[in-house]
T-cell receptor, first 111, second 118 residues
């Protein structure tokens, strides 16, 4: 079945790098996503990676994809207090038509 | 960038009443919109896929008579929670897929509607 798993909490100090990990099950997923949700708000698409890519970098964000292990990670360089939020990993499942979300990783950034 | 709005942003209602939530794509057309439900500190659960001009497709375990979805135009989908009960209290989020760009990353999320049923 379709399932996305990620750790629930991560705490880092301001200025350090944050790495959020995710595993997924649908090997046919063509796109994998990282979304950010701030308290009481909807979801903001941070970045995505196509399944034929190993890495994607976008300013402070680096996404690594290990398709063999079905493992996805998001690295945030120079983490700031404004990065404190919930980060959702998601995969395009069901032939790419629907998006399946992980439970979300709550990132705490300590000043 | 593409914007999706939801109205209302929050609603409090009495048990047994019905509540309608609107999802609008403001500057693009969307043949497909998705409705999600999110419980506190949990992930988004896909409830249904709303298709313009046809019946919605509900996920397993979601009562179609309880959660009525209407996608009357390319920019509007509505979710009606009928005979709401306290267990229906949740954060409801919609998303819309941009018709113009046939790639999968173009799914935009609304800000969510917080429903509290007393």
């Amino acid at each position: 079945g379709e399932d996305v798993e990620q750790s629930l909490f991560l705490s880092v100090r301001e200025g350090d790098s944050s790495v959020i990990n995710c595993t997924y099950t649908d090997s046919s997923s063509t796109y994998l996503y990282w979304y950010k949700q701030e308290p009481g708000a909807g979801l903001q698409l941070l970045t995505y990676i196509f399944s034929n890519m190993d890495m994607k970098q976008d300013q402070r964000l680096t996404v690594l994809l290990n398709k063999k292990d079905k493992h996805l990670s998001l690295r945030i360089a120079d983490t700031q207090t404004g990065d404190s939020a919930i980060y959702f990993c998601a995969e395009a499942a069901g032939g790419g038509f629907k998006t399946i979300f992980g439970a979300g990783t709550r990132l705490f950034v300590k000043a | 960038g593409a914007v999706v709005s939801q109205h209302p942003s929050w609603v409090i209602c009495k048990s047994g009443t019905s509540v309608k939530i609107e999802c609008r794509s403001l500057d693009f057309q969307a043949t497909t919109m998705f409705w999600y439900r999110q419980f506190p500190k949990q992930s988004l659960m896909l409830m249904a896929t709303s298709n313009e001009g046809s019946k919605a497709t509900y996920e397993q375990g979601v009562e179609k008579d309880k959660f009525l979805i209407n996608h009357a135009s390319l920019t509007l989908s509505t979710l009606t929670v009928t005979s709401a009960h306290p267990e229906d209290s949740s954060f409801y989020i919609c998303s819309a897929r941009d018709l113009r760009v046939e790639t999968q990353e173009t799914q935009y999320f609304g800000p969510g509607t917080r429903l509290l049923v007393l």
